[in-house]
């Protein structure tokens, strides 16, 4: 089993859809986690953080931490073509938490 | 703020040869943690250095090395390099004071191998 699992996609939403990406991962000490979105040809770059159970928004973006269940979400408000990209979760853990540990990433087309 | 900057952006080897990634982190952070990409194995975690100390490594071969300097720049080395190891490389900076930071990345640097 992958320590992280996300859907691979494409997740294809017409603008200004509601865009849900979600993310499980294997790890019970997990201890934070975070959101990166990657456009083709770039880096990543940091969406959102989320450390305690609960939603967690910021703009047209809300994470969802659901630790129990080992579920980890991002919703996106209002999608624009802009959105269109690779969205990456990732989590470290308790024992070694310089680390991240990506997930595979989902791919997003937003239609115009 | 200046972000994380990486030299150089594209290199291009050939296998048996050697290469060194440099990466300056943005002011103030300590901590500077590398990263290959690839399309088949995705993101994956090489080393991180925090105060020229190495604190976490990936289950990557000593092929690959890493140093940190005082003023937190650090480098990267592959040495004898394999057509496996083109990539691209990234490294990512944080504050490094407590677990779960944030980590910023640069740009990467694209390394082709032939």
């Known amino acids: 089993q992958k320590e992280v699992e996300q859907n691979s996609g494409p997740l294809s939403v017409p603008e200004g859809a509601i865009a849900s990406l979600n993310c499980t991962y294997s790890d019970r000490v997990s201890q934070s986690f975070f959101w990166y979105r990657q456009y083709s040809g770039k880096s990543p770059e940091l969406i959102m953080s989320?450390?305690?159970?609960g939603d967690k928004e910021d703009g047209r973006f809300t994470a969802q931490l659901n630790k129990a269940s080992q579920y980890v979400s991002l919703l996106i408000r209002d999608s624009q073509p802009s959105d269109s990209a690779t969205y990456l979760c990732a989590f470290s853990r308790m024992d070694s938490s310089y680390k991240l540990i990506f997930g595979s990433g989902t791919r997003l087309l937003v239609r115009p | 703020k200046a972000g994380v900057t990486q030299t150089p952006r594209y290199l291009i080897k050939t296998r048996g040869q050697q290469v060194t990634l440099s990466c300056s982190p943005i002011s103030g952070h300590r901590s500077v943690s590398w990263y290959q990409q690839t399309p088949g194995q995705g993101l994956q975690f090489l080393f991180e250095y925090f105060s020229e100390t190495q604190r976490n490594k990936g289950n990557f071969p000593g092929r690959f090395s890493g140093r940190q300097f005082s003023n937190s720049r650090s480098e990267m080395n592959v040495s004898t390099l394999e057509l496996g190891d083109s990539a691209l490389y990234l490294c990512a900076s944080s504050a490094g004071l407590a677990g779960g930071d944030t980590q910023y990345f640069g740009p990467g640097t694209r390394l082709t191998v032939l």
């Open positions: 989320i450390y305690s159970n």
